[in-house]
């Protein structure tokens, strides 16, 4: 079964930064868009933003000109840095691939940020 494995949570102030790694096996990581969703404690689960296998990208609203997704296919890693982090970004963050019409799910990482 294939399983990504999230890291890089925690408790952070306002304004400040954390970056998020999710590795995925080789063997999907190279040909799958990499997403990164998030769900806030009563809310359902978003999308936060994706990487294609050719680097395109795209942010949600509440993501751009905060949030970078970047990947590194020699690790088969995809990271999330995010800068300027305010107490709605808090959540448990989940990485997801695709690959080839099936989805791969990581087990989440909790952001809290407070104020």
Do not use: H
């Amino acid at each position: 079964q294939v399983r990504l494995v999230e890291s890089g949570g925690g408790s952070v102030q306002a304004g400040g930064s954390l970056r998020l790694s999710c590795t995925a096996p080789g063997s999907i990581f190279s040909i799958s868009t990499m997403f990164w969703d998030r769900q806030a404690p009563g809310k359902q689960r978003e999308l936060v933003a994706f990487i294609t296998d050719s680097d395109g990208t795209y942010y949600a609203d509440s993501a751009k000109g905060r949030f970078t997704i970047a990947r590194d296919n020699t690790k088969s890693t995809v990271y999330l840095q995010m800068n300027s982090l305010k107490p709605e970004d808090t959540a448990i963050y989940y990485c997801r691939a695709s690959s080839s019409g099936t989805f791969f799910w990581g087990q989440g990482t909790q952001v809290t940020v407070s104020s």
